[in-house]
């Protein structure tokens, strides 16, 4: 039996929320499971009856303090022993559960992975994943590693190249990936782009040969999937990337993926914000499907031969320079042809300018 404890606490929106998940994650568990929820004992029974649950379907451990946003993270596991964060880290240390999650602070699920729990021998710092959509040419519509999103920042070059071996054990263990390829985010694809911390980065990656590292990635080709299946980047460098193009990409394979027209792609390639309430989201994309089509049925036509080629290229993952080798033209030509793509079709992103070619038939599956 696995037992998993949730911080009832812990986030922005809890106890509503985490209750709330804690209720649906109970169609995904075998029988044998249990989820252990900490914190306010007459909330948490509140809340599960609210959203349809039975108190008999949790086991609550009562708590009195709560670890805030704003509390030091280490100090706080000291003055707040009864939090909700404290008492599930320490139950997770003694065996009383298996796995313990929050929504709260990071600095203190730092603090207690590090000071409770201990890390793993050999392991430097704890790292934030998250699993990102990707658009791969020749696997259709997949799942990324991304990591640190935001747990440590100026992470020193040994610890970013331990994340790389950290994310392919995780890619191989969760994600059944047999071989995957490890790429560090930087500002060029290139052997030597970046900063000193970058440059040192690659040097140990590069050396360690106990997983597939295949370079450095650029933000925009994050979530086409061609380069990286565990992409590791530091903390302030994700900030300091095309953050808004990168959730401008997951927005446009998100939608995409259930709904499509000419132009509906344009529309929404900039019009959604990721951190938007959620009645703005429906609304937004409700707009962008009723609104009248602006856009010739014949526009995917528009493109010249060249383009065509260059946009099958694209959606294929190809970079600049090896659309440039493949069509025997200059890479200042490629850009040209890529320019003149955006403007006519209104799509910027990598990954919604793949799912433009495979909707609109100039490319299948198979030849992706």
């Known amino acids: 039996m696995i037992r998993i404890g949730i911080d009832a606490m812990g986030g ?120 990102i959509p990707t658009v791969s040419a020749e696997k259709g519509i997949q799942r990324a590693v991304l990591m640190d999103v935001g747990l440590n920042v100026d992470a020193k070059p040994e610890v970013l190249a331990q994340y790389g071996l950290l994310g392919s054990i995780y890619a191989k263990s969760a994600l059944n990936m047999k071989n995957p390829r490890v790429a560090l985010l930087n500002i060029g694809e290139e052997e030597g782009k970046g900063n000193a911390q970058a440059k040192a980065t690659y040097d140990l990656m590069k050396a360690d040969k106990r997983y597939n590292f295949v370079g450095n990635v650029e933000a925009s080709y994050i979530f086409t999937g061609k380069i990286g299946d565990v992409v590791v980047a530091d903390a302030a460098l994700l900030r300091g990337s095309d953050i808004t193009e990168l959730f401008s990409d997951v927005v446009v394979v998100g939608v995409q993926c259930s709904l499509y027209d000419g132009d509906i792609v344009r529309r929404l390639s900039h019009g959604i914000s990721l951190y938007a309430p959620e009645e703005d989201i429906v609304r937004t994309v409700s707009e962008a499907v009723d609104a009248p089509s602006q856009v010739s049925p014949q526009e995917s036509h528009e493109l010249s031969d060249r383009e065509r080629d260059v946009l099958i290229l694209v959606a294929r993952g190809f970079t600049n320079k090896e659309i440039a080798s493949e069509l025997n033209i200059s890479p200042h030509t490629v850009i040209s042809h890529r320019k003149n793509i955006v403007h006519k079709t209104g799509i910027r992103s990598v990954a919604g300018l793949t799912v433009y070619a495979v909707l609109n038939k100039l490319i299948t599956n198979e030849q992706l």
Not at 36 to 48: C, F, N, P, S, T
Not at 74 to 87: C, L, V
């Open 12 to 131: 922005d929106f809890a106890p509503e929320v985490a209750i709330e998940g804690a209720v649906m994650s109970l169609k995904l568990l075998d029988k044998e499971s249990r989820i252990v929820l900490y914190g306010d004992e007459k909330r948490i029974r509140e809340l599960i009856k609210k959203h349809g649950a039975s108190e008999s379907d949790f086991d609550i451990v009562a708590t009195t303090q709560v670890i805030e946003m704003g509390d030091h993270p280490a100090k706080a596991f000291i003055a707040k022993r009864d939090s909700s964060m404290t008492r599930g880290f320490n139950d997770l240390a003694e065996g009383k559960i298996d796995g313990f999650a929050s929504a709260g602070s990071t600095g203190a699920m730092m603090v207690g992975s590090m000071q409770v729990i201990k890390p793993i021998e050999g392991v430097i710092r704890p790292v934030l994943a998250t699993l």
